[in-house]
């Protein structure tokens, strides 16, 4: 009987040895006891196993679909649905909105004074951004910002 576990991963760490999944699921971490050429910031929808004899690493075993996620700020500001959404709700809160197709718009209010430093304590996340896009099954985020407002969108 074999414990492997199918599931989305994405790929936190990786080097010619090894490679370390995280299940954006439940946030278990499987090390690889090597790495069969995946690449850190990658989703992976396929299947890990323990490697005998000891089962104390994992190997990937299967891979049904791969694609790499990126991050990036752009410069255009939010959109007025953005900006509305963020207008009402208080300082501090987060409205998470489909978009219409696939992926997810995530509206954070904020004060103004720290539109900046919000932004950019988004985009330092990127493991979290990375896992929440790969459990969108989606391959960009893309954040915007204006005063008092930052937008994050998943997309495909």
């Given at each position: 009987m074999t414990d492997e576990k199918t599931g989305t991963f994405l790929v936190t760490a990786a080097d010619d040895g090894s490679a370390v999944l995280t299940d954006v699921d439940d946030g278990q971490v499987h090390t690889l006891a090597s790495n069969p050429g995946v690449e850190e910031?990658?989703?992976?929808?396929?299947?890990?196993?323990?490697?005998?004899?000891?089962?104390?690493?994992?190997?990937?075993?299967?891979?049904?679909?791969?694609?790499?996620?990126?991050?990036?700020?752009?410069?255009?500001?939010?959109?007025?649905?953005e900006r509305e959404l963020a207008d009402e709700q208080a300082v501090?809160?987060?409205?998470?909105?489909?978009r219409a197709g696939t992926g997810e718009?995530?509206?954070l209010t904020v004060s103004e004074a720290?539109?900046?430093?919000?932004?950019?304590?988004?985009?330092?996340?990127?493991?979290?951004l990375r896992s929440r896009a790969a459990r969108l099954g989606v391959e960009?985020?893309?954040?915007?910002?204006?005063?008092g407002v930052v937008c994050v969108r998943y997309l495909p």
């Open positions: 910031g990658e989703a992976i929808e396929g299947t890990v196993e323990p490697e005998p004899p000891l089962e104390v690493a994992w190997q990937l075993v299967d891979v049904a679909e791969r694609w790499t996620i990126s991050i990036e700020e752009s410069s255009e500001s939010p959109t007025t649905l501090g809160e987060l409205t998470r909105r489909e718009i995530h509206v720290e539109t900046e430093s919000a932004v950019d304590d988004v985009l330092e996340d990127t493991d979290d960009r985020v893309v954040v915007r910002s204006a005063p």
